[in-house]
């Protein structure tokens, strides 16, 4: 079956421009989390959804958010871009809240900030 | 706060040896602790996951230890090959259901032939 998906997989904006990612979990998934990698912080936790509901969010500033739809697509948005927000934003799909499943990842959108 | 620590930014090992790495963790009682590992360019893959109750996991060339006590786990790679260099990342994730998994920096692998 298909992996997670995230698009796009490359992205240029400008400071203070907002920016909106959206990612496919694999079909049947209904947890999406999202993580911020950059090499200096590594990977780092944004928030999590699961049935169109944010169990759990991460310590990152309010410009940053995102939703779940019903089909369990989900879309992050930044806004207000900033020089740091530079990285790798990756995506990861599990088939249930808990944690003794593992998670999928995407391959990432590669999000550059000028 | 809570802290994950893996043991260095970088590890090189010959071809053929065992590569073993290590991930200490601080302020921290996880219910289970994973291992992924992450290509350049692309995102990390699940390898294993071991609960605290476990001691030892093993699949094929890769065996996980968890020490509660030591706070530590270490991964293995028994008779490496240069296929195996990528960046290993050890994840905590605890008990609730809405914990959040956090990840270490990781330690980048190289396997030399």
């Known amino acids: 079956k298909a992996g997670v998906t995230q698009t796009p997989r490359y992205l240029i904006k400008t400071r203070g421009q907002q920016v909106t990612l959206s990612c496919s979990p694999i079909?049947?998934?209904?947890?999406v989390s999202w993580y911020q990698q950059t090499p200096g912080q590594g990977l780092q936790f944004l928030f999590e959804?699961?049935?169109?509901?944010?169990?759990n969010k991460g310590n990152f500033p309010g410009r940053f958010s995102g939703r779940q739809f019903s089909n369990s697509r989900s879309e992050m948005n930044v806004s207000t871009l900033e020089l740091g927000d530079s990285a790798l934003y990756l995506c990861?799909?599990?088939?249930?809240?808990?944690?003794?499943?593992?998670?999928?990842f995407g391959q990432g959108t590669r999000l550059t900030v000028v | 706060s809570q802290k994950i620590e893996q043991n260095s930014e970088a590890l090189n090992i010959q071809e053929g040896k065992t590569a073993t790495l290590t991930c200490n963790y601080t302020?921290?009682?996880?219910?289970?602790l994973q291992w992924y590992r992450q290509d350049p360019g692309r995102g990390p893959v699940f390898l294993l996951l071991?609960?605290?109750?476990?001691k030892e996991k093993r699949k094929e060339r890769l065996k996980v230890t968890f020490d509660t006590t030591l706070k530590q786990s270490l991964f293995h790679i028994t008779a490496s090959q240069p296929a195996d260099s990528a960046t290993y990342l050890c994840?905590?994730?605890?008990?609730?259901?809405?914990?959040?998994?956090?990840f270490g920096s990781g330690t980048r692998l190289s396997i030399r032939p």
């Open positions: 990861a799909s599990s088939w249930q809240e808990g944690r003794a499943t593992e998670a999928f």
């Open positions: 071991i609960r605290e109750n476990e």
């Open positions: 959804y699961f049935s169109e509901t944010q169990r």
């Open positions: 302020n921290y009682s996880p219910a289970y």
């Open positions: 079909s049947g998934h209904r947890s």
């Open positions: 994840a905590l994730v605890g008990y609730s259901s809405a914990s959040k998994i956090i």
